[in-house]
Protein backbone atom coordinates (compact mmCIF):
# COMPACT_ATOMS: atom_id res chain seq x y z
CA UNK A 1 0.00 0.00 0.00
CA UNK A 2 1.40 2.90 -1.07
CA UNK A 3 1.93 5.92 1.57
CA UNK A 4 -0.21 9.18 1.62
CA UNK A 5 1.27 11.54 -0.86
CA UNK A 6 3.48 9.25 -2.94
CA UNK A 7 3.57 9.45 -6.51
CA UNK A 8 2.10 6.66 -8.25
CA UNK A 9 2.02 5.45 -11.79
CA UNK A 10 -0.39 3.82 -13.84
CA UNK A 11 -1.49 3.17 -17.11
CA UNK A 12 -5.43 3.73 -18.63
CA UNK A 13 -6.30 1.56 -21.92
CA UNK A 14 -8.94 2.57 -23.82
CA UNK A 15 -10.41 0.61 -27.35
CA UNK A 16 -8.51 1.89 -29.85
CA UNK A 17 -11.31 4.21 -31.47
CA UNK A 18 -12.06 5.50 -27.53
CA UNK A 19 -8.87 6.28 -27.22
CA UNK A 20 -8.35 10.02 -25.98
CA UNK A 21 -11.77 10.84 -27.64
CA UNK A 22 -14.79 11.02 -24.89
CA UNK A 23 -14.20 14.38 -23.01
CA UNK A 24 -16.66 15.73 -19.83
CA UNK A 25 -15.28 19.14 -18.88
CA UNK A 26 -15.23 21.69 -15.90
CA UNK A 27 -15.37 24.86 -17.25
CA UNK A 28 -15.99 28.40 -15.23
CA UNK A 29 -18.88 30.18 -17.39
CA UNK A 30 -21.29 29.05 -19.78
CA UNK A 31 -20.28 29.66 -23.25
CA UNK A 32 -24.80 29.40 -23.84
CA UNK A 33 -27.25 32.16 -22.20
CA UNK A 34 -28.59 30.01 -19.14
CA UNK A 35 -26.97 26.58 -19.75
CA UNK A 36 -25.78 24.65 -16.83
CA UNK A 37 -24.24 21.85 -19.21
CA UNK A 38 -24.07 20.42 -22.33
CA UNK A 39 -22.83 17.57 -24.73
CA UNK A 40 -21.87 18.30 -28.20
CA UNK A 41 -19.61 16.80 -30.94
CA UNK A 42 -15.83 17.20 -31.25
CA UNK A 43 -14.37 17.53 -34.38
CA UNK A 44 -13.84 13.93 -34.81
CA UNK A 45 -17.50 13.01 -34.07
CA UNK A 46 -16.81 12.09 -30.31
CA UNK A 47 -18.78 13.12 -27.61
CA UNK A 48 -17.68 16.30 -25.69
CA UNK A 49 -19.44 17.14 -22.46
CA UNK A 50 -19.18 20.88 -20.93
CA UNK A 51 -20.38 21.89 -17.47
CA UNK A 52 -19.93 25.43 -16.17
CA UNK A 53 -19.45 25.49 -12.21
CA UNK A 54 -19.46 29.44 -11.76
CA UNK A 55 -23.12 29.12 -13.96
CA UNK A 56 -24.17 26.18 -11.80
CA UNK A 57 -23.56 27.57 -8.35
CA UNK A 58 -24.74 31.34 -9.67
CA UNK A 59 -28.81 29.47 -10.18
CA UNK A 60 -28.22 27.42 -6.78
CA UNK A 61 -27.56 23.75 -8.32
CA UNK A 62 -24.55 21.43 -7.43
CA UNK A 63 -22.23 21.17 -10.96
CA UNK A 64 -21.62 17.76 -9.63
CA UNK A 65 -25.74 16.86 -10.72
CA UNK A 66 -25.03 18.26 -13.98
CA UNK A 67 -22.07 16.71 -14.58
CA UNK A 68 -23.88 13.24 -13.98
CA UNK A 69 -26.69 14.23 -16.51
CA UNK A 70 -24.05 15.33 -19.84
CA UNK A 71 -22.50 12.08 -18.74
CA UNK A 72 -25.71 10.18 -18.94
CA UNK A 73 -26.78 11.53 -22.26
CA UNK A 74 -23.25 11.12 -23.50
CA UNK A 75 -23.69 7.40 -22.84
CA UNK A 76 -27.22 6.90 -23.69
CA UNK A 77 -26.88 8.88 -26.92
CA UNK A 78 -23.46 9.84 -27.94
CA UNK A 79 -24.04 11.43 -31.43
CA UNK A 80 -27.17 13.43 -30.17
CA UNK A 81 -29.24 12.25 -32.85
CA UNK A 82 -31.36 9.74 -31.06
CA UNK A 83 -35.44 10.57 -31.35
CA UNK A 84 -38.45 9.39 -30.88
CA UNK A 85 -41.77 9.76 -32.82
CA UNK A 86 -45.36 9.51 -31.24
CA UNK A 87 -48.13 9.75 -33.96
CA UNK A 88 -51.29 11.31 -32.84
CA UNK A 89 -52.99 10.41 -35.27
CA UNK A 90 -52.57 8.96 -39.28
CA UNK A 91 -51.60 12.80 -40.34
CA UNK A 92 -49.51 14.38 -37.54
CA UNK A 93 -46.88 13.70 -34.68
CA UNK A 94 -44.13 14.99 -32.97
CA UNK A 95 -40.61 14.09 -32.74
CA UNK A 96 -38.74 13.98 -29.70
CA UNK A 97 -35.08 13.81 -28.63
CA UNK A 98 -33.56 11.63 -26.19
CA UNK A 99 -33.02 13.09 -22.71
CA UNK A 100 -32.13 11.43 -19.37
CA UNK A 101 -34.00 12.88 -16.37
CA UNK A 102 -33.94 16.80 -15.96
CA UNK A 103 -30.54 17.55 -13.49
CA UNK A 104 -32.48 20.47 -11.82
CA UNK A 105 -35.43 17.81 -11.04
CA UNK A 106 -32.70 15.60 -9.32
CA UNK A 107 -32.15 18.74 -7.05
CA UNK A 108 -35.81 20.12 -6.65
CA UNK A 109 -36.40 16.20 -5.51
CA UNK A 110 -33.73 16.22 -3.23
CA UNK A 111 -32.37 12.63 -4.93
CA UNK A 112 -28.72 11.30 -3.70
CA UNK A 113 -26.20 11.27 -6.68
CA UNK A 114 -22.93 10.29 -5.03
Known sequence: MARPGALMQGEIRAPRRF?????????????QASA???HDMTSE???LGKVF??????????WTV???H???????????NLTVFIQS??????LYAYDDENAKDWVSERREVF
Open 70 to 80: ELLEMLGDPSI
Open 36 to 38: LGY
Open 19 to 31: ACGWWLVSLDDSD
Open 89 to 94: NSAAGR
Open 53 to 62: ATTNLKFGTN
Open 45 to 47: GLP
Open 66 to 68: TAS
